[in-house]
């Protein structure tokens, strides 16, 4: 008997819908899987045939071929374990053949017929969706999941023997509701920090509200313990909220990573802060088996790196390409992949080996050949993909002591938020451009006209600091994003000299 229903491949951070083709017939003994079924896909025999032993089934006796379609496409991961056993169920005859005919099923088998939770789920459900495919079941941790999608219904499954009884209308479940999955995402919106919690660092926060409101990356310098990292941590505190675009793709990519660890959507801009010996494919993404890295897991949130200096050269350099296209391409011999990486990059370092160099009030130990090699392992390519260098300062055991709160995120936001809409408006008309990090030369030239005055001081700080071209187009974006919190429809000089202000930390400042 033949018998055909659906099953779900990532590629990247979308997914492809598979026909499941299941015939049984005469001439031969066993299972055959084609359809380029890998090491995981080809093992689900053994787990389908233990499944089915402890769930009061029996494997046919008879030749069983399963295709999974198209065959050109890699089939990866133990989610095709469920998919793969109810299409024999159907064409053995115990299940219901109409029942998985427009059905798409995802989930790995324990030997004991239990269905574990799989990665991927959410672009799953958004490809069946598009494909027409009535509805999934899947796991039952992964139901919420895919229930935020909507226009497809969902079933959430314990084991094997539920699902065989479900679908020969044995038995009753319920599908999965979005309106639970939202109520209980909610709560993830909270943060635990606040930029009231930081004392003193009026220009940082400066800084940072800057970035945050044009999507800019950052590069503090400062000694041990003057607050770079407590600074960091409060950046997705002032970016605006996810759009309902945004939560989705997010939700997707960590879902494709196997991290999605709430109900439905992702409500908080991820903020992600990777150890200084983390790999180059672990920051990039890719591997046998392709998998997102940290700057894809940042995507719409920020990429957090600190002490700058101790990551590998190698790791450091591939940030080049997602820091100017927002995406990155992994190209492999098996396989080519594009990951989204639109995130803001907030690095910090010490100013030297010691960390005291420039200290108000600590001796630096260290050589000026030292503090030379320390810096030149941030190379200048990277350095000016970096809109701006800020100078972290010890604060002062005055504003320490200070028992008053700072200014709160959330006022913080509101400002970011509204220059956020002044650039959603101006770039309405420009596809996948949000911010004013994002805009290409055209646009500069468009929306960042300088006068006289402010075109010759822009002029005179690329002779004096010895600044690339790239360096001039980060400063007019940053120039533009303080006009756009100032309100002003137009750039002027202050505002370009508060951007200059911002490179005063590059590499000629350091004697590079």
């Known amino acids: 008997m033949f018998v055909k229903t659906f099953a779900g491949a990532v590629v990247g951070i979308d997914a492809v819908t598979v026909t499941v083709e299941v015939n049984i017939a005469g001439g031969g003994l066993g299972l055959y899987l084609v359809g380029l079924p890998d090491n995981a896909v080809k093992e689900s025999e053994q787990r389908i045939r233990a499944a089915f032993e402890n769930s009061g089934e029996r494997m046919s006796g008879r030749k ?54 799989v990665r991927g789920v959410l672009p799953m459900a958004v490809q069946a969706r598009r494909d ?22 969902v079933v959430g499954v314990a084991n094997l023997r539920e699902t065989v009884a479900w679908l ?34 009026t220009h940082v926060k400066r800084a940072l509200e800057i970035a945050a409101a044009g999507g800019h990356n950052v590069l503090m310098i400062g000694s041990p313990g003057s607050g770079k990292t407590m600074l960091a941590r409060r950046m997705p505190t002032i ?117 005291y160099y420039n200290h108000p009030t600590k ?29 972290v300062t010890p604060v002062a055991p005055a504003d320490l002591a200070d028992a008053a709160p700072g200014e709160p995120s959330a006022a913080i936001r509101q400002r970011v938020c509204r220059a956020r809409e002044v650039q959603m408006k101006r770039f ?46 980060r400063i007019l974006k940053v120039a533009r994003t303080i006009a756009d919190l100032a309100g002003r429809a137009r750039i002027e000089a202050a505002d370009v000299a508060e951007a200059i202000n911002y490179r005063s930390l590059d590499r000629e400042s350091w004697g590079r």
């Open 132 to 153: 027409g495919v009535r509805r999934l079941v899947i796991p039952a941790a992964n139901a919420a999941e895919a229930a935020v999608v909507g226009g497809v219904e």
């Open 428 to 473: 309405s008309n420009c596809a996948g451009v949000h911010t004013n990090a994002m805009m290409n030369a055209a646009m500069l030239r468009e929306h960042c006209r300088l006068d006289a005055a402010s075109a010759a001081l822009l002029e005179q700080a690329m002779t004096r600091l010895s600044l690339s071209a790239r360096a001039y187009d």
């Open 363 to 391: 001796e630096c130990t260290c050589s000026p050949g030292s503090v030379h090699r320390y810096m030149g392992r941030i190379s200048g390519p990277l350095m000016d993909r970096i809109d701006m260098h800020i100078e």
């Open 239 to 355: 970016l605006p909220p996810l759009t309902p675009d945004e939560a989705l793709e997010t939700t997707k990519i960590h879902s494709v990573a196997g991290l999605s660890r709430i109900a439905g959507l992702m409500t908080r801009r991820p903020f992600r802060a990777p150890h200084h010996t983390i790999s180059q494919v672990a920051l990039i993404g890719g591997g046998q088996s392709p998998h997102p890295g940290e700057v894809s897991l940042s995507h719409n949130g920020v990429l957090f790196l600190d002490e700058l200096p101790e990551f590998g050269r190698s790791a450091l350099e591939v940030l080049r390409q997602p820091l100017e296209e927002k995406s990155i391409t992994v190209a492999r011999a098996r396989y080519r992949v594009q990951y989204p990486a639109n995130f803001t990059l907030i690095a910090a370092m010490n100013p030297c080996p010691c960390g």
């Open 64 to 117: 069983v071929v399963v295709n999974l379609a198209p065959a050109d496409l890699r089939k990866e991961g133990a989610a095709f374990d469920l998919p793969i056993a109810v299409g024999i169920l159907a064409a053995m005859g115990r299940v219901d053949a109409a029942a998985v005919a427009d059905t798409l099923f995802a989930g790995e088998l324990s030997l004991d017929g239990t269905v574990k939770s």
């Open 168 to 201: 020969n209308g044995e038995t009753e479940l319920a599908p999965a509701v979005a309106a639970e999955c939202e109520a209980a995402a909610s709560v993830s919106g909270r943060y635990d920090e606040d930029f009231a919690d930081v004392k003193g660092q």
